[in-house]
């Protein structure tokens, strides 16, 4: 694991956890690594009426913004499916755009062969259908690009992670000579939000990205076992 500002814990991309619940986690893996420490160090304070299987929108709450990009409840899905792959400036997810992580697109993609390639998997929970448009600012400004609108039938069975590295996957069949990861910097920040530079070094050894879901799974199962103890609403649906 290669920690960084934007990967500080050793937890999946989408944990299932409170902010509450992993703070308590992680003091827990303090003190274990440091035995000697013996002040208190945090108070969670509960909520009421919540229990992990609600969506936002059950709540009854009015969805504040918690990024100019995620402008309603549904968007924090997209945000898992799309944004690994949006660090990588050669590709657009919408941002700068009125659908903000809903895409994948650029100027050099087939938009109809890349929806009958990532629907021809099956994905579940996902479908995709050809897009293009042009973003007002990010990348590819004023450009048109083409690619696919990402949509979540099912929220419950799609594994949003993963729908991501499909698309880079199909993109590397489709379109073999591109490089997404051309830019310096955003390998960078690729490789930080992974985790490290281990997943990107997996797609360009153009290994099976089965096997690599297989073990992303495994790790999860076991992640979900490990934090139980500082669950404080339920086990739930992730």
């Known amino acids: 694991n290669h920690y960084s500002f934007v990967n500080a814990f050793e937890v999946p991309y989408v944990h299932g956890m409170t902010m509450g619940e992993l703070a308590r986690m992680e003091e827990a893996n303090l003190r274990n690594a440091y035995p000697n420490l013996k002040r208190k160090m945090l108070k969670v304070v509960k ?18 913004p918690t990024s100019p990009h995620i402008p309603k409840p549904s968007t924090a899905f997209f945000y898992a499916a799309t944004g690994l792959l949006g660090e990588l400036s050669s590709i657009s997810i919408g941002v700068g755009y009125p659908l903000p992580f809903e895409t994948i697109a650029a100027p050099w993609i087939d938009a109809d062969d890349l929806s009958r390639e990532l629907n021809a998997r099956r994905i579940p929970g996902v479908q995709f259908r050809p897009i293009h448009y042009k973003p007002f600012y990010g990348a590819f400004k004023g450009q048109t690009v ?27 069949k489709l379109h073999p000579s591109i490089d997404l ?9 690729f490789d930080q939000t992974c985790g490290g530079p281990a997943t990107r070094k997996w797609i360009q050894s153009r290994k099976n990205i089965q096997e690599l879901f297989k073990q992303w799974r ?21």
């Open 47 to 64: 909520m009421q009426g919540w229990n992990r299987r609600m969506s936002f929108e059950e709540t009854g709450l009015p969805w504040v």
């Open 146 to 172: 083409h690619g696919v609108q990402v949509h979540l039938t099912d929220f419950d069975k799609a594994n949003l992670v993963e729908v991501q590295f499909q698309a880079i996957d199909a993109l590397k």
């Open 181 to 189: 990861f051309k830019r310096a910097e955003s390998v960078q920040l």
């Open 218 to 238: 495994e790790s999860a199962e076991q992640f979900h076992d490990a934090r139980s103890p500082y669950l404080l609403y339920g086990t739930g649906l992730f």
